[in-house]
């Protein structure tokens, strides 16, 4: 047990940390030991704005979760939900058509999520209600009810719009006891009423929801303090017609006398308390749920892995006697986190454990569950804390399962395989510059399972932002992904998807696209250096002009000490970074961080990238400042701007975002390259905090690819004229000459070259044109060759980097795909013309 120091003290830092929230019920557990919220930033959801469309960046990264037999289909974070400092409980909503919402409680109210297709989670609506660490929320009819300690009653929620974007506020009752405070909140969909647990030291406040907009008070029984109540309609057996409450307390706010108790609720003029059972290893009763065939109950102890057990244990009772229940043993898993809420669906036991996230038991055994499946949901640790997974719904038809978590938000998974799976050959960390073909195989876990003509491949530059691509069904199985064409250099960012009838999306890789592989577009890399900060590596802090009071840049695992500052450095396997501030914002002014020298050189072709955190979006002021990057060649003499974060956009909210950039799009590479990384506070008081890490320099080559292809045309001498190329294309110049030659072909003739950017293969003058319309032609030339007859040594030959540089035709660009072919005349030919084959070629910088 705790010893009175160690509570006290923690009494006292979480009610500093947690303020202004209001406590009406200061003696739970997770005012007692609960750690600081340990998330900030932005969840994985299609449907959030930065990840459907990044404005200028790439979509945020996001730590991976520990995970057996759980798939994570998308979480919405507290941010992206605005719901204040934590979350709490929730509950599932299915409308009459069939569509399925998750009501999440926060500390600033009810949260409405549609989660019809989990992969594509959309915030529906928001009701306000007392800001409370504790809040709960049940459906009926077409309400929700939700209720707090902070006091407010019980708030009923019209969500008969909820299909059209619509839920509002359409009672609040507050009559029933002598506080409107309320612990948990529980509905008997079977025989209609509303059950109020706890609040004030309350037992369980019962409501008639005869009339569902306007519950009526009933009766009450307060022979115990309730903490979390079940309540269960028995139509069989010697309990057919009875309603029967099983709930969790005891007497002094739960403290004292801890155990289960079993109330005959059918009478609600006489409520009757059928049996006790104070049980072995009661430190905190909590909550319980039945099982199926009603004849045992699980219960989660609150403080018993805090106070006694070393290892998470779940409570199992024998209760086909209600009269004399049986403790059984307790069965686990050896994890050392808290038990905290559970529930059971078929031979299946879910259960949220705090930081050890979602927990599945088969308990086709009652008395002996074995764990099958869990997903971690606080990678930081298992420790018997109070943070972390508060609840979890597994109710759905579909099968989706949602969960609650105090520090991060809304998780929505799938159990089990998935519907649909999608397997790319590779993961490149290359794909040219000229697109690329990727096999990918798609299997279903039933037949059916695949929406025909739904799977893709979803892709992402700066430049473009998302594209979505059609796969290419090629039978069976069997599809592949066709990439686009680039820009040499880029980030590109990716991943696939496919859909069920029903509607439900599936990703590769699970939780994209907050997820995605990242590949490069070029085609190879060379690494110049990288910087995964767990040491200073020549980075400096301080430059002139720097004056911020409070928040300089340091080194080392952030503590996400404020609202708006990373909890985690950018990667799983390291732990330190670069960020701004502990225990402070960046205030009065500007702080900088300031790279080693880089020896850079042009030819190299250089670029940068690194992942990076801003937040500007709390505070007095929010809005209102930036960050910014920027370069020098001089060693700092003079210095460009490469990007400016902020003040306002979603890559202004935290989050770890991807940033990558050529050095020669700004400066000239030296020997004499750095980068400064600049968070200012510069006028009115908000929230600033910024992070960097996993820094990387790189030099690409983007030698674009030739390849011949088409057939060339018979001339009236029997050749057939072949086409070349030597050298590479540049849009800079600075890989040298770059021909396209012919040989075999008529002597002595006029000809030249024409060109396309997208590739034909078309009848044209007795022969084919494989370049595709619109048409550019080069200069008029003379095949040389033998001066005299009609013979095949004729050759023609076109610079095509000049042609580029001096800038005859504004679409060959870098990154362009050119498809070229030469033409010359034959007097002999039919058609008095002759036809070499093509050159496909990329143009480089």
Known sequence: MANTFTRGFAVLMTAAALAPTLFA????PKILARRKRTFHGRGIAAATPNAQQPAGGSGPQFMSFQNNGIR???????????????????????????????????????????????????????????????????????YAYSVS??????????????????????????????????????INEQSGYLYRAGGGGHGIRIYSLANPLNPTYVSSWDNKYCHEVTVVSYTSGPYAG??????????NGGWANPGLFIVDVTNKSNLTLMSSLNYTGAAYSHQCWPSADMQTLYLDDELDEYYGSTTCVTKVFDISNLFAPVQKPDFGNGNTAIGHNLYTKGNLLFQANYTSGLRI????????????????????????????LWNVYPYFQSGTVIGSDIDRGLFVWWVGAPKVSLAPASTPSTVSVVGEQLDVTLSELAPGDYQTGTAKLNVYTQAQGWQSLPLAALGGSNFRADFPSFTCGEAVQWYLSAQSPSGITWTEPAGAPGVTWTSTACDSTTAVASYDFESSAGWTVGFTGDNASAGQWLRGAPDSTTSAQPRDDHTDTTYQCFYTGSGADVDGGKTTLVSPVLSLNTSGNPHIRYWRWFSNETGGAPGTDTFKIEISNNNGSSWTTVETVGPTGAEARGGWYLHQFRVASFVAPTAQVKLRFVAEDAGADSEIEAAIDDLEVFNVDCTAPTQVYCTGKVNSQGCVGAISSTGSASASGTSGAFFVNASNVLNQKSGLLFYGLNAASSPFQGGLKCAANPIRRTPLQTSGGSPLGNDCTGQFAFEFNNYIVNGYDPNLVVGATVYAQYWYRDGADAYGTGLTNAVQFGIDY
């Open 25 to 28: 019920h200061e003696d739970d």
């Open 361 to 388: 038991f088969d308990v086709t055994n009652p008395l002996v569950g074995t764990e099958i499946a869990y997903f971690d949901t606080y990678p930081e640790n298992d420790l018997n804390v109070f943070n972390s």
């Open 242 to 251: 009875k309603e029967v409450a099983f709930f969790c307390g005891g007497d």
């Open 72 to 142: 994570l289909m998308s979480w919405l974070s507290l941010q992206d939900l605005n719901g204040g400092d934590n979350g709490n409980s929730l509950w599932g909503y299915t409308s009459p058509s069939g569509r399925e919402y998750a009501c999440f409680g926060s500390q600033l109210g009810t949260h409405f999520v549609e989660v019809t297709d989990p992969a594509n989670p959309v915030i529906v609506g928001f009701i306000a209600g007392p800001s409370s660490l504790w809040r709960d929320t049940r459906t009926y009819s077409h």
């Open 149 to 186: 300690e902070g006091g407010g009653g019980i708030q009923i929620i019209d969500l008969a719009n909820i299909d059209n974007g619509v839920v509002t506020l359409a009672n609040t009752v507050t009559i029933g006891g002598s506080t409107t405070a309320t612990h948990t909140v529980f």
